[in-house]
């Protein structure tokens, strides 16, 4: 399912309008109509309704709400935000020609008249709130700052037709008032509002209806992962542990062994055939006690990291049979470390850097240059400061412009990139962008990040580059959530993570086994 912007969304509708023939009215109408169906479901017996409309075309999907709602004998009050007819869309003037000729009623509403609104909010069931759609460029201005205020107040239960009034479709962030809703429905895809955080708190649960619009003029390659478009691995039944992948973990320092225990364990719950991992000699008593079905392989240690000359750990991947290397976690930033990294970079097996195999990279020269030279798959997994270490630029910079520097740093350097913020984002070298929206707060924690490197070298032993990065992302979020209800977010380690990756990847066959095909799409 693709995930569109503003002026993305807007190409869609204009195009689907002028090349299919789909008038934009009949659009609108199969909007209010899916909107309907889905109000219907889950407030069946709310009779007094208020429909804020606003003057745009979203105002007039409100407006086509409102009118099948009163000709369902809802007792519906229709407020529109203007002054007079003349200040609608044309596309709303005309539903609301079409709502005064079915004999329903409706009232305009400026500054002057607000407290009619307020006194109908304080009676009314339920609130539809459809003042501003995906073209609005916050913050809010004038009275209808105001009757977000009120209808935020008003504390009745609140659905946003296609984004909750406020909100900017283009990005995570909240700029002033924002209606606070318990549903939204928005029309054909999803934005990027509905999947990022704090944009997604006032969104509620959302769905997602389709409406005709033809999915060739959606040309945006920026996608939401979900259980439709997830490859699982299949386990042949003539296969045995060296046909589902060796994987090798480098990594670890004294103090820091549980981040190469968790990269080993992580890997083997999602399938390795195989797990090994090479660490400092100083670490290797505790990983071997806490590793059962993986093997280690102790290199000499210096100051409590790897002291072994690089060459040496070349040596010892070059005679092994790996299928995949996981390099970074827990080993600390030291000239040896950089060299490693540096000697791993030409081996032609996929690589996964993560977490100080970031920030040694970051120390190479050129290393750019030979990220785009390797022969094999690279992925990089880097949360914000990482990826700042290796771009050059501030945190807040990337914060702000994350998809286009990161497109293009997967593009330059032909790496795969999962950004690591409240929402994992995968960038592909052919400059597609995957977000999850799985995971929680919970999930905040050391470790983590560990997980899902393992994960990654797990299942890129066994499907395609991108399919491996899609499931391991949305598999790592889902058993969070999976982890979270049993242990809440407060509590919740990132081996909570891994003890529920099984049933992460059940759950998962099962819900793919049975999806069934529909109009509308429940995203959250």
């Known amino acids: 399912m693709k995930i569109l912007k503003s002026f993305e969304i807007a190409n869609t509708d204009k195009r689907t309008i002028e090349i299919t023939g789909i008038p934009s009215l009949v659009l609108m109408e199969s909007a209010g109509r899916s909107a309907v169906q889905i109000i219907l479901q889950h407030y069946p017996n709310s009779e007094k309704i208020t429909v804020v409309a ?111 009034s406020g909100l900017s479709a283009d990005t995570g962030n909240v700029e002033g008032e924002v209606v606070k809703a318990d549903i939204t429905i928005t029309f054909g895809y999803p934005k990027i509002c509905h999947v990022l955080y704090p944009a997604l708190q006032y969104c509620g649960k959302v769905y997602v209806a389709d409406i005709s619009l033809n999915p060739v003029y959606a040309e945006a390659e920026r996608y939401l992962v979900t259980p439709e478009n997830l490859t699982l691995p299949v386990r042949e039944k003539t296969g045995h542990k060296y046909t589902f992948g060796h994987v090798l973990v480098v990594g670890g320092s004294a103090g820091k062994s549980g981040a190469v225990i968790m990269a080993c364990r992580s890997a083997t719950k999602s399938g390795s055939g195989l797990t090994t991992a090479i660490v400092p000699d100083c670490i290797n008593q505790v990983v071997e006690i806490n590793l059962i079905e993986e093997m280690s392989i102790p290199v000499r240690s210096e100051n409590g990291m790897f002291g072994e000359n690089p060459e040496k750990i070349l040596e010892i991947i070059q005679n092994g049979k790996f299928s995949s290397i996981v390099v970074g976690m827990g080993m600390g930033v030291s000239k040896t470390n950089q060299e490693i990294i540096e000697k791993l970079l030409t081996i032609d097996k996929p690589l996964i850097i993560d977490a100080d195999g970031i920030n040694n990279l970051a120390n190479i020269e050129n290393f750019k240059e030979k990220l785009s030279y390797r022969n094999n798959i690279t992925v990089l997994t880097p949360h914000l400061g990482e990826f700042s270490r290796i771009t050059g630029l501030s945190v807040k910079e990337i914060s702000e412009n994350y998809e286009e520097i990161a497109k293009e740093f997967s593009i330059n350097t032909k790496s795969y990139v999962v950004l690591k913020f409240h929402r994992m984002v995968i960038f592909t070298p052919d400059g597609k962008i995957y977000y999850s ?57 990132a081996t909570d993570i891994i003890d529920y990756i099984p049933k992460a990847l059940k759950n998962l066959a099962e819900i793919k086994s049975n999806l069934k095909t529909s109009l509308i799409y429940e995203l959250s």
């Open 54 to 164: 606003g003057s745009g075309n979203n105002g007039g999907d409100a407006v086509v709400v409102a009118r099948y709602l009163a000709k369902l004998g809802k007792e519906v009050y229709l407020f529109i935000l203007a002054e007079n007819e003349s200040k609608l869309s044309p596309d709303n003037l005309k539903n609301l020609e079409i709502f005064k000729n079915f004999g329903f009623t409706y009232q305009f509403i400026t500054d002057k008249n607000l407290d009619t609104l307020e006194k109908n909010l304080v009676q009314t069931d339920l609130i539809v709130d459809g003042i501003f759609g995906t073209g609005f460029k916050p913050p809010v201005k004038s009275f209808r700052e105001n009757v977000i205020k009120l209808i935020n107040q008003s504390k009745k239960p609140v659905v946003s037709i296609d984004i909750p």
């Open 437 to 493: 929206n799985k995971g929680n707060p919970g999930m905040a924690t050391a470790g983590s990040g560990d997980v899902l490197a393992g994960m990654v070298g797990a299942l890129i032993n066994r499907l395609s580059p991108e399919d491996a990065l899609k499931l391991a992302v949305y598999l790592h979020g889902y058993a969070g959530d999976l982890a979270v209800k049993d242990v809440g977010e407060e509590s919740l380690k």
